[in-house]
């Protein structure tokens, strides 16, 4: 892998890990257009790109992350009516990491070796790109806040990131669609989305540092760095990209491009297999 490959890969995840257009499909589609396997050989570019993101989304809601840990243990010691609303959100959060955890291995393990074909991957984006549809022509935006919201909506919300797990289903998109769905209003869903991002992405750079060993970093110096950075700063942009455009009800050019990338991985990408 040479620093331009790298350096491509990094704006790939970094862009596409908060838009809802599924940053497993476009890793996945890229290792196949460039010939390189991010996913098995090079391990440690996989983890540490994860690891830029979870940092710049946790960049980007410092603010609220401080004020749900702070409320968190303010309500658990001091019974503080003023923090119970964030008490309960970080619960919130909490639960629905635990059920897509839960739901999340039971998919991979029924779709099994399926799960990377081009066939999944493209079904996968032509369907988030009809629910992106949804989320600005189909479904009415509720007014629910963080204080109404419920265990119930941990639920269904949990399962709707679980499925995330499909390359071509965005995390993003699949967690706004269903929060919304839930009636919740968009600011509270995009916040939900988001910091429901930090868990999971966290989980799942824990989960494959055991298997990084320090042979797994020798010769990947300059360009695991520039990945890294560049990962980083797109992911910085991408989340703000995501809040502008819906505010804007701009989706629908995600939508369409989800589809047609869908369509085409479909038809013309048959033999991807990581």
Request: aromatic share 10%; net charge neutral; glycine share 8%.
């Amino acid at each position: 892998m040479n620093w331009f490959e790298a350096l491509l890969l990094g704006i790939i995840q970094g862009i596409s890990e908060f838009l809802p257009i599924s940053s497993s499909a476009h890793l996945v589609i890229a290792e196949k257009l460039l010939g390189i396997q991010v996913s098995t050989s090079d391990l440690t570019f996989e983890v540490l790109l994860h690891a830029a993101s979870l940092l710049a989304v946790i960049c980007f809601f410092w603010r609220d992350l401080l004020e749900i840990i702070k409320d968190f243990f303010t309500y658990l010691f001091f019974k503080s009516e003023k923090a119970k609303t964030n008490y309960r959100f970080a619960w919130l959060i909490v639960g629905a990491t635990l059920i897509t955890m839960g739901v999340g291995k039971g998919i991979e393990g029924l779709i099994g070796d399926n799960i990377t074909q081009a066939s999944t991957i493209g079904a996968a984006l032509i369907v988030t790109g009809l629910f992106l549809i949804l989320i600005e022509h189909g479904i009415n935006v509720g007014n629910r806040t963080v204080k109404e919201m419920t265990w119930k909506d941990c639920l269904i919300i949990g399962i709707g990131q679980a499925l995330a797990v499909i390359p071509g289903i965005s995390r993003a998109g699949s967690t706004l669609i269903v929060s919304l769905w839930c009636g919740l209003d968009k600011k509270t869903a995009v916040r939900y989305s988001f910091l429901l991002s930090i868990p999971v992405i966290l989980g799942i750079t824990i989960l494959k540092l055991p298997e990084l060993t320090t042979e797994t970093f020798a010769g990947v110096g300059i360009e695991l760095a520039i990945a890294c950075i560049a990962s980083f700063i797109f992911a910085i942009i991408g989340i703000k990209w995501l809040i502008q455009m819906l505010n804007q009800a701009k989706l629908t050019y995600f939508a369409i491009y989800c589809i047609a990338l869908g369509t085409i991985t479909w038809i013309f990408l048959k033999d991807i297999q990581v």
